[in-house]
């Protein structure tokens, strides 16, 4: 009976001697479910999540604290491989969230800019070059769209142009057969 | 005789070369007026340097190449510039792109034009000159050569010309190699030169014996001068449909076989059009920038005929030349297995237009509609990139791309020998096409988002830093105050002492404030 015990007792020290050895030798640094919910996000940091950024959307719902239709960037696209990645139902989006707009580019109107800088402070990826009393200007390149930089423009001089279908952007479409009159009648009837 | 390879697949569609060369390449007449677009080749745009108004002369410089992918875009002929705007251009989108509309003048006035010889330079001083002669590749996909000759330190044993000239229809190579072998054959050995190969291969489908006969003989004739009858060979292949697709003519040819996602040059084989060869050595050896090239003008017309015609020529004015019949139901650029409808007939040839056929219902009936597929795996006999088309057909059209990728989507050449066979007449070339743009668009999406990750951490860094940097200042200067207090306090009268302190409350207030903005602009 006490050789059981005292067995029992000395498997339970060396396994949890190992554990705990595992938990310091293999730690892992920040959250590794919230970093794969970030590959996934757009990165566009507009915040229309109601979170501060993508990665703090992530890390909320690696938690369990926010849902994965949120994004309106992402579309549902982005629901979609949210909900592949977590292993979850597609949950379309909610009626408080916006929705999905075509992505676009800012553009100061630089006639009309005073050059006061809050644009620039709000930019998440500080891409509008610019100093105090000098014209701003956005680098298109680097703009994610977001349209965080509107609000605060105290002149109102910046716009958000759909990027559009150009020849540099354009994708093949997907086919689709063109059935003539004759042919609909015939696969109706 | 050399020993020949076999590809996998491929089909036999009836090769309608015929009608096009009976006559001789004829010389279209200089249009009443020229649009150049700035973006003809693989890459980059060129960047215009010229202004509406601008007179320039033939051969003058329009695009700048602008990227390491691009080439120079010229005048054809001389004449004034009348507009540099969107225009609609030859790609299967139908939508605009930038051109420069020219206006010529009749008088042919060239810049002025510096032959080089070629063995006097390196390689990569010729490439220079390509590039600003805004030689591409000619067979179609319009790839700028200097970047195809930009090896690193692979070494290069064959250059194989690519005179097969697979598709149906189109016969421009043909009539250019009857013609012009001697020129073709020149470029072949300053391609040669550039990339230090030990031979150079031309392969030409046996359906072309004139034109095997005239490089023959054009190869010949220059051997006494360049010793070059022991390097060039030309390889007369096989004629089937795709044997002109470069990795096909190199399995044929060589026996090799360009592994998944490599280029040829990473098996020692660089290969070139014809056409491409006797551009180059005209950039070159008589410094002529590349403002012209041969189309075949086919299909429902009267006079099927090859047309030497300048970069920019509406192709109305050379359908009207070949007289285009009444019946005439729409136009295709390429040739009926891999080009694509023109959105409109008054778009301008660029580099790369190497055929139009004037298609009719005739010509052409309309596909019937597509059926399901019975998967019956006659694409996967057809096909020469060794894929499974009807497996990448199911992923491509329930939108699985990461199974088609694995799945080897982009080894897939377009060839359209799969759709040809299919016989549930199913567009699985379309599909593809859908499929790898698709493919391409994500990982577009993927490279901005990660660019974006990467300036946006570093934002917060910034943020961070700046405030703590700030905190560090303020508390410096606080401590500078206090001990510039203690010292002065001693020797001051009561009443001073009081208006100090005063202030002091004062300056603690405002130094308060400022944190408290500082906190405010944080967040």
């Given amino acids: 009976m006490l050789s059981a015990l005292l067995v029992m007792a000395a498997i339970a020290t060396v396994l949890g001697a190992v554990l705990g050895f595992a938990a310091i030798k293999f730690h892992s640094e920040g959250n590794p479910l919230a970093d794969k919910i970030d590959a996934v996000l757009p990165q566009t940091q507009c915040g229309q999540c109601s979170y501060p950024g993508c990665k703090p959307y992530a890390a909320a719902i690696a938690a369990g604290e926010a849902d994965i239709n949120r994004c309106p960037p992402g579309g549902e696209e982005g629901i979609q491989k949210l909900a592949d990645l977590l292993g979850v139902e597609f949950k379309p989006f909610g009626s408080d969230t916006a929705a999905p707009k075509p992505k676009s580019v800012a553009l100061v109107d630089e006639s009309m800019c005073i050059g006061c800088t809050l644009c620039i402070q709000a ?67 | ?79 004034t510039i009348s507009a540099i705007d969107m225009q609609l ?106 990339l230090d190969a030990d031979e150079v291969l031309i392969g030409v489908e046996d359906n072309k014996p004139e034109a095997i006969a005239a490089l023959q003989q054009a190869i010949s004739a220059s051997g006494s001068t360049l010793q070059q ?57 008589h410094g002529e920038p590349l403002l012209s090239r041969v189309i075949t003008i086919t299909g429902n017309v009267r006079r099927a005929q090859n047309f030497e015609a300048l970069i920019g020529t509406p192709i109305t004015e050379l359908v009207a030349l070949a007289g285009m019949l009444p019946d005439t139901s729409g136009y295709i650029m390429g040739g009926p297995m891999m080009g694509f409808p023109l959105p409109a007939l008054d778009v301008p040839m660029v580099k790369a237009t190497n055929c139009i056929i004037v298609a009719s219902e005739k010509l052409f009936p309309p596909s019937p509609p597509p059926m399901p597929c019975i998967r019956c795996t006659r694409c996967v006999d057809a096909c020469p990139a060794d894929l499974q088309p009807q497996d990448l057909y199911w992923f491509a059209q329930s939108r699985e791309f990461g199974r088609a990728q694995k799945f080897s989507l982009f080894d897939c050449i377009e060839c359209g020998a799969c759709s040809y066979v299919c016989p549930s007449h199913i567009p699985l070339v379309q599909y593809f096409r859908f499929a790898k743009s698709e493919i ?55 009443q001073q002492q009081a208006a100090q302190t005063e202030l002091e409350a004062g300056r603690a207030h405002i130094i308060e404030l400022a944190k408290s903005e500082v906190e405010h602009v944080k967040e």
């Fill in chain 2, 229 to 285: 009858n022991k390097r060039h060979e030309v390889v007369t292949i096989p004629t089937i449909y795709p044997g002109g697709g470069a990795k096909q003519l190199i399995r044929v040819i060589t026996g090799l076989e360009v592994p998944s996602g490599k280029l040829p040059t990473d098996i020692g084989v660089q290969c070139f059009n014809v056409a491409t060869a006797c551009t180059v050595y005209r950039a070159l050896a």
């Fill in chain 2, 89 to 194: 251009v030859a790609h299967p989108s139908g939508l605009p792109n930038l051109c420069a509309t020219l206006i010529p003048d009749g008088r042919e006035e060239w810049i002025a034009r510096e032959p080089v010889d070629y063995r006097e330079h390196s390689s990569a001083d010729l490439q220079h000159l390509l590039r600003m002669a805004g030689v591409v590749g000619l067979g179609g996909a319009g790839f700028p050569s200097d970047i195809k000759l930009r090896i690193g330190k692979q070494k290069i044993t064959t250059l194989i010309l690519n005179g097969a000239e697979c598709e149906p229809y189109i016969s421009c190579d043909d009539m250019l190699m009857r013609e012009r072998a001697g020129e073709i054959v020149q470029g072949a050995e300053i391609l040669r030169y550039m």
């Fill in chain 1, 123 to 189: 930019c998440p990826v500080d891409a509008i070059v610019g100093a105090a009393k000098q014209m701003h200007t956005i680098i298109a390149a680097e703009c994610t769209g977001c349209e965080l930089c509107v609000a605060p423009c105290p002149v109102d001089c910046i716009s958000m142009p759909v990027i559009g279908e150009k020849i540099s952007n354009w994708k093949w479409k997907y086919p689709l057969y063109a059935f003539t009159a004759a042919e609909a009648a015939e696969a109706t009837r």
């Fill in chain 2, 440 to 494: 391409r668009a994500r990982e577009h999406d993927k490279q901005l988002a990660d660019q974006a990750r990467v300036r946006h951490e570093f934002h917060e860094q910034r943020i961070e830093r700046e405030k703590r940097e700030k905190a560090e200042k303020l508390a410096i200067r606080e401590k500078a105050a206090q001990s510039a207090k203690l010292a002065g306090i001693q020797s001051l009268t009561p």
């Fill in chain 2, 1 to 79: 005789m050399r020993k020949l390879h076999h590809f996998h697949g491929g089909v036999h569609p009836p090769s309608n070369k015929a009608q096009s060369t009976r006559t001789a390449i004829a010389h279209a007449p200089l249009p009443p007026r020229l649009v150049v677009p700035l973006h003809q080749h693989a890459g980059e745009a060129a960047k215009p340097i010229v202004q509406a108004g601008d007179r320039v002369l033939k051969g003058q410089l329009l695009g700048m190449p602008d990227g390491f992918v691009s080439s120079a875009v010229h005048a054809p002929t001389s004449g």
